[in-house]
């Protein structure tokens, strides 16, 4: 299938474009560059052996978009594109809300324009809030306790995409939902490169342990976990890409708006990631307990086995596989 690939150069993106081709599909990507860089497309066509088509376009620019529907016939879109910093979204609610949103209705008004009826969006556990009960399911409540904009967005665009299908079942519509992304291509030529100070755990594990942060702070361990630190499912991105390809070659096959937990299934602590961490590289990991960090929550992780039952899917790459992973792509990048 001809895939556009909106976010395509960014973290998740990338490691999906690799295993789309891998599985014989044709993606076209499409990135602003917000927070991605272009010397990804040289290191993605590297790992693929051969050429990978990219345009330069912002989605809230109608003009760009109806440009590239008009010159490409795409048969399904998986839109990753966005802005999705959860401390930035706090401080800067008004671009998160107009950049996700506004990106995602010009990309569909394309879509409904140019007959593009499949479309896989890249959502977030965010939207879960709080959970109330653990391990989370698809049918776990959503919408209550989420504590920042980015969470928003993210529940607001399944809502919106959820009303496209019920005005017209012609459309074939997947929401996949998030865990924790980590890891990296095993080539070691793509992975999760943030700009500025890392704010998730493992991008500022890796740091700390190639000696460019000085020390991990722990954000409390006090919760009411296995060792008082929090506890997420960890997924490796490659695992995470591939669920991807499932979903798409899955998509039509539910007569109802498609939604997907992409997780181990395993809840790990802050703590457990960075012993694992420091087996993986050999270095250690020098940590400090702080508080809280405001909009924690103490623990959460997915029941996974709906996209096994019905995707044919499930993580198979351990915490050890993406702190090995994460490690080779830190001394690359
Ligand atoms: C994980 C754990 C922290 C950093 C967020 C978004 C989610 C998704 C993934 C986009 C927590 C602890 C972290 C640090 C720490 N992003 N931690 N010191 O908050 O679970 O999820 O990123 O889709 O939508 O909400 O991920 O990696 O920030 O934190 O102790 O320097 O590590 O308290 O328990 P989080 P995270």
Redesign the pocket.
């Known amino acids: 299938m001809k895939v556009l690939v909106t976010g395509g150069l960014g973290y998740i993106g990338s490691h999906t474009v690799v295993e789309l081709i891998a599985s014989g599909h044709e993606p076209i990507i499409v990135d602003n560059l917000a927070n991605s860089k272009q010397s990804v497309l040289n290191r993605l066509q590297k790992i693929v052996g051969k050429d990978i088509v990219f345009e330069k376009l912002d989605l809230t620019d109608k003009d760009s978009v109806e440009k590239l529907f008009t010159s490409y016939p795409f048969d399904a879109v998986i839109h990753f594109a966005g802005h999705?910093?959860?401390g930035e979204s706090v401080a800067k609610p008004l671009e998160y809300y107009r950049n996700n949103i506004d990106s995602t209705l010009v990309l569909l008004e394309a879509m409904s324009k140019h007959n593009v009826k499949n479309i896989i969006f890249?959502s977030?556990?965010?939207v879960y809030g709080n959970p109330s009960e653990l391990p989370l399911e698809e049918t776990s409540q959503t919408g209550i306790g989420i504590?920042?904009p980015?969470?928003w967005t993210?529940y607001m665009l399944e809502q919106i995409l959820t009303d496209l299908k019920a005005s017209d079942d012609s459309y074939n519509v997947t929401l996949l939902r998030?865990?924790?992304?980590?890891g990296a291509h095993s080539s070691g030529l793509i992975g999760e490169d943030p700009s500025g100070l890392?704010?998730?755990?493992?991008?500022?594990?890796q740091q700390v342990a190639i000696g460019k942060l000085e020390k991990?702070?722990?954000?409390?361990n006090n919760?009411d976990t296995i060792d008082g630190?929090?506890?997420?499912d960890?997924i490796h991105v490659v695992d995470l890409a591939k669920g991807h390809v499932s979903a798409l070659e899955n998509i039509g096959n539910q007569n109802s708006v498609g939604i997907y937990n992409l997780g181990t299934g395993n809840g790990v602590?802050?703590l457990e990631?960075i012993k694992a961490f420091e087996n993986a590289s050999g270095k250690s990991v020098p940590?400090e307990v702080?508080d809280?960090?405001p909009?924690?929550?103490?623990a959460?992780y997915a029941d996974a086995s709906k996209a096994k039952a019905e995707l044919g899917w499930q993580a198979e790459k351990t915490l050890q596989d993406a702190c090995k992973d994460a490690w080779r792509w830190q001394q690359n990048v």
């Open positions: 999705k910093a959860v890249s977030s556990a965010t504590t920042n980015y969470g993210k998030y865990f924790n992304p980590i890392p704010n998730n755990l493992l991008p500022y594990v991990l702070k722990v954000f409390g919760y630190t929090g506890v997420r960890y602590s802050v990631v940590y702080v809280r960090r909009g924690d929550i103490a959460c």
